[in-house]
């Protein structure tokens, strides 16, 4: 397994940004806690913010209560991965922060290609964090005047979350693309 530090971490995000990038899917755990690492992590999300760079980041697979530095960010996006019956997957990290800013996608034995042209069943949130990236990029394709905040509150339908809830609700890519067609409309 690759590693990095969040100071590596942060510096990726940096770079992804000055290339120009819109949307960023992160799916990584900070396996200990650097100080200062954590607070360049921070100053580079909240860049991200401040530049209109969506980040959307899987919030682990521990079962632990409480998400990371990085889904704890309030610019990010945190994705919980669902079962195919629609409950949240054991083993998703759960917190205020992903009940408040997150969504769920399935997250349960998603198939993918491995590098040897064969494929692979996957579970967690490192395999649901991608539907969301994909559902942004869709949406941001059909509404490309769609700001990222605006983007961001039509995934995570922020405004309809009660304070205490530390798990995502599932994904509505439908209802996320009319309320933005909304307020984009005549634009």
Excluded: K
Excluded at 40 to 59: K, T
Excluded at 96 to 113: F, H, K, M, T, W
Aim: aromatic share 4%; glycine share 12%; charged share 15%.
């Amino acid at each position: 397994m690759p590693t990095a530090t969040a100071a590596d971490l942060a510096q990726a995000i940096l770079e992804c940004i000055e290339s120009g990038a819109r949307l960023l899917n992160i799916s990584a755990a900070l396996a200990y806690s650097d100080p200062a690492g954590e607070r360049r992590l921070m100053q580079a999300l909240d860049l991200a913010s401040h530049r209109g760079v969506l980040v959307v980041a899987a919030a682990g697979n521990d079962g632990l209560v409480g998400g990371s530095a990085i889904t704890r960010h309030r610019w990010v996006v945190p994705v919980i991965a669902y079962t195919r019956r629609g409950r949240p997957l054991t083993g998703s990290s759960l917190g205020r922060s992903i009940g408040l800013n997150g969504v769920g996608a399935p997250g349960e034995d998603v198939v993918s290609l491995t590098p040897g042209g064969g494929t692979v069943a996957l579970s967690g949130t490192s395999a649901a964090a991608p539907f969301v990236t994909g559902a942004a990029a869709l949406l941001w394709s059909e509404i490309p005047t769609a700001s990222a905040a605006d983007l961001r509150l039509a995934l995570t339908r922020q405004l309809s979350r009660r304070p205490r809830q530390v798990s995502a609700p599932p994904m509505n890519v439908g209802q996320a693309y009319d309320w933005l067609r909304s307020q984009y409309e005549g634009r």
